[in-house]
C-alpha cells in the first residue's frame, strides 16, 4: 500500500490508500479552497471525513475539534504560535454493517474493577451468558476497567499462562460474508513469542483454530495452514500504547477472509485454509498463550485492553 502525495500551491493533501490495488485519492487542491478525491466504489464506504494537521507528519485531527485548538487561545506572553491546518487528508469509513448485528461486548454495563475471569458474561447483545474469558492457566485474569472507548477487558497473562475468549452467536448462521471488529490496545512490545489470536471453528467440529493475531515482538501475522512455526507470515506491525482497530472480513460464501488493521489492509482476500467449518459459523473467540512461544523467543507475558468486540453481517461489497 502507498500513500499519495499531491502538492497544490502552499498546501499538501495527504489521501489514505485503500486496500489492494483499488485507491481513495485526492486529485485536486484547488486555489479556491476545494479538495476533490476518487475512491472504489465497490468497497462499501458510505461516508468520508475530511482531517487536517500542522504537519504532514501529523498528528491528524478532525474539524470538530478545531475549535478547541483554534479559539479561546490564552495570552501567553509578547510571541505567541498555534498550528493551523497546512496539510489535509480524506478518510474513508472503515466498512460497516447495517444488518442486524449478532453480537456486541462493550463492558459497559459491568461493574467497574470486576474480576470476569471465568464468567459467562451476558454481551450488550447476544445471547444470555455467551461471552467469557475462561479457562484460565495459572495467574492469567480479566478484569473491567476504564481505557479505550470507555469500560474495557484488561486481559493480563504473565509468562507461563494462558487465557481464552468465547463469543456465542446462539445459532449457526448460514453462509455468508460477516465482519467481525473489535478494539484493542497492548501493553508492550516486548521481543517475546507470546500470542494473541482470533480464532474460528473447525471443519471437523473439535473446538476452535486460530487463524490471525499479534506476536508480543510487534509483529501481526496470519497463518495458511494449520498453525505452525513454518505456517505463518506476518503482515503488519503494532506499537505498544496505541489504540487500534481490527475489522475482519470473514467470507464463508467466498471462502476467503480480508483484515482492516488500524488504516491498513494487512490481509487480502486471502483463501480459508481448508480445516476451518465453511458451511456456517456459531461462535468466535480469541486464544492469549503465553505458554508457547517461538524458537529462541520464550513467552514474556503481555497485558492487552479489548473492548467493543462485534460481529454482524457485512453489506455492501468488499
Known amino acids: 500500500m ?4 499531491v502538492l497544490g500551491g502552499w498546501v499538501c493533501a495527504l489521501a489514505l490508500a485503500a486496500r489492494g490495488q483499488a485507491e481513495l485519492e485526492i486529485t485536486s487542491v484547488q486555489d479556491n479552497g476545494v479538495v476533490g478525491w476518487t475512491y472504489p466504489t465497490n468497497l462499501g464506504w458510505t461516508s468520508f471525513r475530511v482531517e487536517w494537521a500542522a ?6 485531527d478532525t474539524f470538530s475539534n478545531a475549535a478547541a485548538r483554534l479559539e479561546g ?11 493551523v ?23 459497559e454495563a459491568d461493574p467497574l474493577g470486576g474480576d470476569i475471569t471465568d464468567v459467562f458474561r451476558t454481551p450488550a447483545i447476544g445471547p444470555a451468558v455467551s461471552a467469557a474469558w475462561y479457562e484460565g ?10 481505557r479505550l472507548a470507555g ?19 446462539g445459532q449457526t448462521n448460514a453462509p455468508a460474508a460477516f465482519l467481525l471488529s473489535w478494539e484493542m490496545e497492548f501493553a508492550q512490545v516486548n521481543g517475546g513469542g507470546g ?67 488500524g488504516e491498513t489492509w494487512v490481509v487480502d482476500h486471502a483463501p480459508i485454509p481448508a480445516h476451518f467449518k465453511m ?16 524458537p529462541g523467543q520464550p513467552a514474556l507475558g503481555n497485558v492487552y485492553y479489548v473492548d467493543d468486540v462485534t460481529f454482524a453481517p457485512l453489506s455492501g461489497g468488499h
Open 73 to 83: 487561545i490564552a495570552p501567553t506572553g509578547a510571541a505567541m504560535s498555534a498550528a
Open 55 to 60: 504537519q504532514a507528519a501529523g498528528p491528524w
Open 137 to 146: 492457566h495459572g495467574a492469567s485474569a480479566a478484569s473491567v476497567v476504564t
Open 195 to 261: 500470542m494473541f489470536f482470533v480464532r474460528f471453528p473447525r471443519a471437523d467440529d473439535n473446538g476452535m483454530q486460530v487463524l490471525f493475531g499479534f506476536l508480543d515482538d510487534g509483529r501481526v501475522i496470519r497463518f495458511f495452514d494449520e498453525p505452525a512455526t513454518n505456517t505463518f507470515v506476518a503482515v503488519g506491525a503494532f506499537q505498544a500504547g496505541t489504540r487500534y482497530r481490527t475489522h475482519f472480513i470473514y467470507d464463508l460464501a467466498s471462502a476467503e477472509y480480508s483484515v482492516l488493521f
Open 151 to 169: 469500560q474495557a477487558a484488561q486481559v493480563a497473562v504473565p509468562a507461563g499462562t494462558a487465557l481464552d475468549y468465547v463469543a456465542r452467536l
Open 279 to 294: 458451511d456456517g459459523i456459531h461462535q468466535f473467540g480469541f486464544d492469549v498463550n503465553q505458554t508457547l512461544g517461538l
Open 85 to 107: 491546518p497546512m496539510f489535509y487528508r480524506v478518510v474513508a469509513a472503515a466498512p460497516t454493517h447495517d444488518l442486524a448485528v449478532f453480537f456486541r461486548d462493550d463492558y
Open 2 to 5: 502507498k500513500n499519495r502525495l
